[in-house]
């Protein structure tokens, strides 16, 4: 079932140009080999549909007791077991490098938006969506707009970066102090992270009963032959 879903929501996002997808990939100009938003849609067809495989050798090779199913099932599960710990660790190991990806990204994304905020319609929508929805103001803070089209129209600040009713200037901006998006995106991890880790262990911990029952199931199976 869960196959299932995944599947039909990237069959929808492949499908949908004027999905969330296209405008998200709007917002910044990031590299191809840091965020490839385009083929969202194409992974998740891919992971859907290893999903829906994966279930159905679970589940017919319960019922018919197939031991050939059964073992393509556990070798399937332990792969992917496998895949989710290396990628664990490899993400614990390199976590500077991590936030080297981050700062590069931030030059890039503080460019775009001095060259586009307030001239591209579409690209100043979806920033003050965002600001407005996670109460932020630009990547890091409020200095990203300056230079921005919006900016050189006078010494103007989108009203998210100032707590007030008034004209946002730069000397408001910097009395408001509001953090930038990526900040409380960090934020949001963090405060999230028990429930985030929870998950984490509750898939490991169904993919290890996943692969204990499959092996009970196939010795059985063996046992009765």
Same mark, same amino acid.
């Given at each position: 079932? *869960? ?125 003050? @969506? @965002? ?44 009395? *408001? ?49």
């Amino acid at each position: 079932l *869960a196959g299932a879903a995944i599947l039909g929501v990237g069959i929808w996002v492949t499908v949908d140009s004027n999905s969330l997808l296209s405008l998200a990939n709007k917002v910044v100009s990031l590299p191809e080999d840091i965020f490839q938003l385009n083929y969202v849609g194409y992974v998740l067809i891919g992971v859907g549909a290893v999903l829906l495989i994966i279930g159905f050798l679970g589940c017919c090779g319960a019922v018919k007791e197939s031991r050939c199913m059964l073992l393509t099932f556990f070798s399937l599960v332990l792969i992917i077991f496998i895949i989710e710990v290396a990628g664990g660790v490899v993400l614990f190991v390199f976590n500077n490098e991590v936030d080297q990806i981050f700062d590069t990204i931030e030059d890039e994304v503080r460019a775009n938006i001095q060259k586009d905020y307030g001239n591209e319609n579409e690209m100043t929508k979806v920033w003050n @969506t @965002t600001m407005e929805q996670f109460q932020c103001c630009g990547y890091k803070n409020y200095t990203d707009f300056y230079g921005s089209p919006f900016n050189n129209a006078g010494d103007r600040y989108p009203s998210q970066c100032c707590s007030g009713t008034g004209p946002c200037t730069s000397n408001a901006a910097e009395k *408001a102090d509001i953090k930038g998006c990526f900040v409380r995106l960090l934020e949001l991890l963090e405060e999230n992270s028990v429930i985030i880790a929870g998950v984490a262990i509750g898939i490991a911990a169904l993919e290890i009963a996943a692969m204990v029952v499959s092996m009970v199931l196939y010795c059985n199976a063996g046992k009765k032959g």
